[in-house]
């Protein structure tokens, strides 16, 4: 069994900053992608920002030159540096991550969602 659970989501003025963390536990043999998905109501959950366990990195054209992905491979965790913050950032951010459990076994793990809201 593995979890996630994320940290750091909370009410900021425009133009302010927030930082999400995730850490994942459990029966982890090795974490390959980890990044972080945002959905609105009624929207589909979109991809915010991606890391692979090289560091590679790969973002929403929406939140390009604002957010910045990094991830502590021993540690297991991955964050989301959310710079110059706007309204239409207001949504549920989930930390995801494709795990290699002890047993071998590849799964796709998603934490419980934290929220970031935005004020204008």
């Known amino acids: 069994q593995v979890q996630l659970v994320e940290s750091g989501g909370g009410l900021v003025q425009a133009g302010g900053s927030l930082r999400l963390s995730c850490a994942a536990s459990?029966?982890?043999?090795?974490?390959?992608?980890m990044g972080w998905y945002r959905q609105g109501p009624g929207k589909q959950r979109e991809l915010v920002a991606a890391i692979t366990s090289a560091g590679s990195t790969n973002y929403a054209d929406a939140v390009k030159g604002r957010f910045t992905i990094s991830r502590d491979n021993a540690e297991n965790t991955v964050s989301l540096q959310m710079n110059s913050l706007k309204p239409e950032d207001t949504d549920v951010y989930y930390c995801?991550?494709?795990?290699?459990?002890?047993?071998?076994?590849?799964?796709?793990?998603w934490g419980q969602g934290t929220q970031v809201t935005v004020s204008s």
């Open positions: 995801n991550a494709h795990v290699w459990t002890t047993r071998r076994y590849y799964n796709d793990y």
């Open positions: 459990g029966s982890i043999f090795s974490i390959n992608d």
